[in-house]
């Protein structure tokens, strides 16, 4: 059974500071890794990777993928309060015949406080 | 920890038929299930929010009489896709709604072909 297993559940941190949320994972014929921002509504795509140890860098974000540890972390530096979400990561295994579904972890909630 | 189970994980359909997707809560009672379409580049688009035992919410530009949403219990919410033509093909997806640390409890989602 697909798992995937986000830490810290919960993160309180100052604006300005860096943070960097962890995401392990277990999928069999694993394709790609998936991060979202949920804030209100439906949860933002922020990245998706495939391949180890390639940065995707979207302006203070930034993320990669450890495919030989079963790992990916999501970093945010100099935050701001409108960071302040639920962070989620999914995996998306490779299925039979171009099917698939996704495994979500549980999300961590950040909070930066000015 | 709380667990949502959504069957099917996959269906094929015929242009003209519906579909039913389920979700069920499995230890926990979800109040609040959320229905999700995912399009191309990953995005996940709110199609709706259901609350046990009342109508469900609706956001702009969904078709409720096309997607009928129906939370008759606590633990059981389920999306109907009436009528079903090729561009309903998508990958629906629900979450529960938790409002502790524990964020959002996502459904393994549906992949639906209409052929």
């Known amino acids: 059974e697909d798992k995937v297993v986000q830490s810290p559940l919960s993160l309180v941190v100052h604006e300005g500071d860096t943070v960097t949320l962890n995401c392990s994972y277990e999928?069999?014929?694993?394709?790609?890794l998936l991060w979202y921002k949920q804030e209100k509504k439906a949860p933002t795509f922020l990245f998706m990777l495939?391949?180890?140890?390639i940065e995707k860098k979207s302006g203070r974000l930034s993320s990669i993928l450890d495919k030989k540890e079963l790992f990916s972390i999501l970093n945010i530096t100099a935050t701001q309060t409108g960071d302040s979400a639920i962070y989620l990561c999914?995996?998306?295994?490779?299925?039979?015949?171009?099917?698939?579904?996704?495994?979500f972890g549980k999300g961590t909630k950040l909070s930066v406080i000015p | 920890g709380a667990v949502v189970s959504q069957h099917p994980s996959r269906v094929i359909c015929k242009s003209g038929t519906s579909v039913k997707i389920e979700c069920r809560s499995l230890?926990?009672?979800?109040?609040?299930m959320f229905w999700y379409r995912q399009f191309p580049k990953k995005s996940l688009m709110l199609m709706a929010t259901s609350n046990e035992g009342s109508k469900a919410t609706y956001e702009q530009g969904v078709e409720k009489d096309k997607f009928l949403i129906n939370h008759a219990s606590l633990t059981l919410s389920t999306l109907t896709v009436t009528s079903a033509h090729p561009e309903d093909s998508s990958f629906y997806i629900c979450?529960?709604?938790?409002?502790?640390?524990?964020?959002?409890?996502f459904g393994s989602g549906t992949r639906l072909t209409v052929v």
């Open positions: 495939t391949s180890s140890g």
């Open positions: 230890d926990f009672q979800a109040t609040t």
């Open positions: 999914a995996v998306e295994p490779i299925s039979g015949a171009g099917s698939y579904q996704l495994t």
């Open positions: 979450s529960a709604g938790d409002r502790g640390l524990s964020g959002y409890t």
């Open positions: 999928v069999t014929n694993f394709r790609s």
